[in-house]
């Protein structure tokens, strides 16, 4: 079994930073592709950014340039820094894993972030 804890979210006001941190433990082989997800408000849950194991980054067009994932393999950790954030940021963060050799991927419990106006 794996657990995912996320830390970091709380409440920003406009155009300031958070910056998430998502640990790893447990059975891990191997992490492969983690990533950071948000659900708004009444919406579906979301792509944001995601890190292959050997640091290759996606993101969601509507955080490019102002949020930067990155991952410390030695601690099991995949961090997300989140700078000029937005209202529209207002979110549950998961984190998500994918381990080698596992049948299924792995969420983390959720951390709120609230940006205010």
């Known amino acids: 079994q794996v657990q995912l804890v996320e830390s970091g979210g709380g409440l920003v006001q406009a155009g300031g930073s958070l910056r998430l941190s998502c640990a790893a433990s447990g059975y891990i082989y191997r992490l492969n592709a983690m990533g950071w997800y948000r659900q708004p408000p009444g919406k579906q849950r979301e792509l944001v950014a995601a890190?292959?194991?050997?640091?290759?980054?996606i993101y969601a067009d509507s955080v490019k340039g102002r949020f930067t994932i990155s991952r410390d393999n030695a601690k099991n950790t995949v961090y997300l820094q989140m700078n000029s954030l937005k209202p529209e940021d207002t979110a549950v963060y998961y984190c998500?894993?994918?381990?080698?050799?596992?049948?299924?991927?792995?969420w983390g419990q959720g951390t709120q972030v609230t940006v205010s106006s």
């Open positions: 998500n894993a994918d381990v080698q050799f596992s049948p299924h991927d792995y």
């Open positions: 890190i292959t194991s050997g640091g290759r980054t």
